[in-house]
């Protein structure tokens, strides 16, 4: 059981202006997928390299716990445990699919039988049996994504960030890796995954911040929000409009519909009496649950537009 707490990281790149992360604290359960999501320059690819090892932090600490012990060396656990399975690709195009996996196989120190088990398993695992022979530099963007994410499960790491695991490919291919997400989840691994594709989050993580201007913000603590839209059947007064927005706390748009957040059952019903107690005709009504892409819009919404 390994958990990881990163506690009030921050980083700097040198000559940068202000800080690429500010203050980060979130705690990753054992065994759970963490989405991570926000604009480009949020510092999604910087705290994944922190959290590999691969970048320290100005200032804070990052605390491996394996089995409510804390991990003292760090360096050689990451190097043990902990795979990142970065947005650029990682092996060598001169090289063969196969060729790739022998090599990066021979790292991990394996004896002889080990190391062809291992390099079975992500042939396997990551459908790459009809390209081993062919050179990596010719094969598709979505094999190329499957020879990134085989390399890392070479050594079949128990933590594996995967930074937009599912960029530029094709459906076949990004169906093809996130049931292999799934698949290692039911494994009981802990994940890190970074996309732009929201569906992709909502749908495999578990838990999810968003990183916006440096610092995180979870999803979770927000997602039992929804969203109540109900359309009157005329356009209101300016009076009645004051009135409605003043006995409900919610506001109207376009002179004949009305959308406000709703958390509790309680405050539903409460809105309801006051609709009632206004006397408006009533169009329709609907009440859903808020999306992930409406949760982002609203809270990156105030950056500007050339940071998405």
């Known amino acids: 059981m390994i958990d990881i707490e990163v506690k009030n990281v921050s980083y700097q790149y040198k000559e940068a202006e202000r800080l690429s992360l500010e203050s980060i604290s979130l705690i990753i359960p054992s065994g759970i997928c963490l989405g ?11 705290l994944l390299s922190i959290l590999s090892g691969l970048l320290q932090p100005s200032s ?3 605390t491996f716990t394996k089995d409510k012990q804390d991990i003292v060396n760090q360096r050689h656990f990451i190097q043990e445990n902990v795979a990142l399975v970065p947005q650029e690709y990682a092996f060598y195009f001169p090289l063969t699919v196969m060729q790739n996996l022998e090599y990066f196989a021979s790292l991990c120190g394996y004896i002889s039988a080990q190391q062809q088990s291992a390099i079975q398993r992500v042939i396997q695992e990551c459908q790459l049996e009809n390209v081993l022979t062919q050179k990596s530099k010719s094969i598709s963007g979505g094999y190329k994504r499957r020879l990134n994410l085989a390399i890392a499960l070479l050594k079949d790491p128990q933590v594996l960030y995967l930074d937009e695991p599912t960029v530029g490919v094709d459906p076949v291919s990004r169906k093809a890796i996130l049931a292999l997400i799934e698949s290692l989840k039911k494994q009981h691994k802990t994940i890190i995954f970074t996309s732009h594709m929201l569906s992709e989050i909502e749908a495999h993580c ?10 995180a913000f979870q999803f979770d603590k927000i997602q039992s929000n929804r969203l109540l839209k109900v359309t009157f059947t005329h356009t209101l007064t300016k009076a009645i409009e004051r009135k409605v927005e003043r006995l409900t706390g919610c506001q109207i ?8 957040q709703v ?4 405050t539903l019903w409460q809105i309801m009496q006051l609709l009632q107690q206004s006397e408006v005709g009533i169009h329709s009504m609907q009440l859903g649950q808020n999306s992930l892409t409406d ?4 809270l990156m919404g105030s950056h500007d537009t050339a940071e998405h």
Request: hydrophobic fraction near 25%; charge should be negative.
């Open 253 to 260: 748009s376009q002179r004949n519909t009305l959308e406000c």
């Open 60 to 62: 804070g600490a990052i």
């Open 263 to 266: 958390q509790k059952d309680e």
């Open 206 to 215: 578990d838990d999810i911040y968003m990183l916006k201007g440096g610092q």
């Open 36 to 46: 991570l999501i926000g604009p480009n320059g949020a510092g999604k690819s910087t």
């Open 295 to 298: 949760h982002y819009l609203t």
